[in-house]
């Protein structure tokens, strides 16, 4: 075969849509982009409203729609019958920018009829829109709760799907939001409880912040709690302590509130890291995660 056959035979590929490329943060410039990963890799049953641009709501679709953590099989999307909209933050679908997945999910869910789940969602690309185009300017203010009933609104179960809905209840760890910083939250897994934070920087100054305090021997809550380490998510850095499980959320909030004060001094320091400090970082970043 000629070059130039060759080259007619793959002019369809030029028109094929670009990948979506990977976006290290997608919900940077969102309201609440630390609730917005606390809600896609830490929380178990949460929600929150959002309102969508006019411009993105066919003609009879509601203008606010529900984020979730879960949505029952882990549908990305459903239309309830009366006409509400549940989008699951974690579905799953990861084509390397969760903005642009996420919206994908919301729109499909507009577009179905009331009463159909969207259980799946077509491939994304570098021309999907993102969340941060779709979006209405607002709020992101995340409701937990004790269980999924939200899925199914005021509908009473019977049969086999109240039974999944009780199973799924039983997988629920508790969980509350503490208030003396921003995306902390504690939860109880088994014997032990937690405190799991979300920090707004970027995930390299934020491990250096921690080193910093790790050094100085001031990166605990008090008491019997310590740092277990950090994970990363979304680009930005969870810390996790451990705590006295004899304690509860409460009990946690006045050290919280100090720490954040330790850490905000670390993060604002322009001094090079010192030995001790390097030895820290390499230790927090010899036990990092990164979460999907």
Same mark, same amino acid.
């Given at each position: 075969m000629g070059k130039?056959?060759?080259?007619?035979?793959?002019?369809?590929?030029?028109?094929?849509?670009?990948?979506?490329?990977f976006v290290r943060r997608p919900f940077e410039g969102l309201a609440g982009e630390t609730d917005w990963v606390a809600m896609r890799e830490i929380l178990p049953a949460a929600t929150a409203t959002v309102g969508?641009?006019?411009?993105?709501?066919?003609?009879?679709?509601?203008?606010?729609?529900?984020v979730a953590t879960v949505l029952p099989l882990a549908w990305p999307a459903l239309h309830r019958a009366d006409g509400t909209i549940l989008v699951g933050t974690q579905s799953g679908n990861a084509s390397g920018d969760a903005s642009?997945?996420? +919206?994908?999910q919301l729109l499909a869910a507009l577009a179905v009829e009331p009463g159909v789940p969207v259980v799946t969602t077509p491939q994304v690309s570098a021309d999907?829109?993102?969340l941060q185009d779709v979006l209405e300017e607002g709020g992101f203010d995340v409701t937990l709760h004790e269980g999924f009933e939200f899925w199914v609104g005021e509908?009473?179960?019977?049969?086999?799907?109240?039974?999944?809905?009780?199973?799924?209840?039983?997988?629920?760890?508790?969980?509350s939001r503490m208030s003396a910083l921003p995306s902390a939250y504690w939860v109880r897994v088994g014997e032990r409880t937690h405190i799991r934070l979300v920090l707004p920087d970027d995930e390299d100054a934020a491990t250096d912040a921690?080193? =910093?305090?790790?050094?100085?021997?001031?990166?605990?809550?008090?008491g019997d709690t310590r740092l277990?380490?950090?994970? =990363? +998510?979304?680009?930005?850095?969870?810390?996790?302590?451990?705590?006295?499980?004899?304690?509860?959320?409460?009990?946690?909030?006045?050290?919280?509130?100090?720490?954040?004060?330790?850490?905000?001094?670390?993060?604002?320091?322009?001094?090079?890291?010192?030995?001790?400090?390097?030895?820290?970082?390499?230790?927090?970043?010899?036990?990092?995660?990164?979460?999907?």
């Open positions: 130039a056959s060759r080259r007619q035979r793959g002019t369809d590929t030029g028109r094929r849509p670009k990948p979506a490329p969508v641009r006019a411009e993105h709501v066919p003609e009879g679709a509601p203008s606010e729609v529900t642009r997945d996420l +919206a994908a999907s829109p993102r509908q009473e179960l019977e049969g086999d799907a109240a039974e999944s809905l009780a199973r799924a209840n039983e997988s629920v760890v508790p969980t921690l080193a =910093r305090l790790h050094a100085a021997g001031t990166d605990g809550l008090g277990l380490g950090a994970f =990363r +998510a979304c680009g930005l850095l969870v810390p996790v302590w451990d705590l006295d499980p004899e304690l509860g959320a409460d009990d946690h909030e006045d050290e919280l509130a100090a720490w954040g004060e330790r850490y905000r001094d670390a993060l604002g320091s322009d001094s090079p890291l010192t030995a001790d400090e390097r030895r820290a970082r390499s230790g927090l970043l010899s036990r990092q995660v990164t979460l999907r």
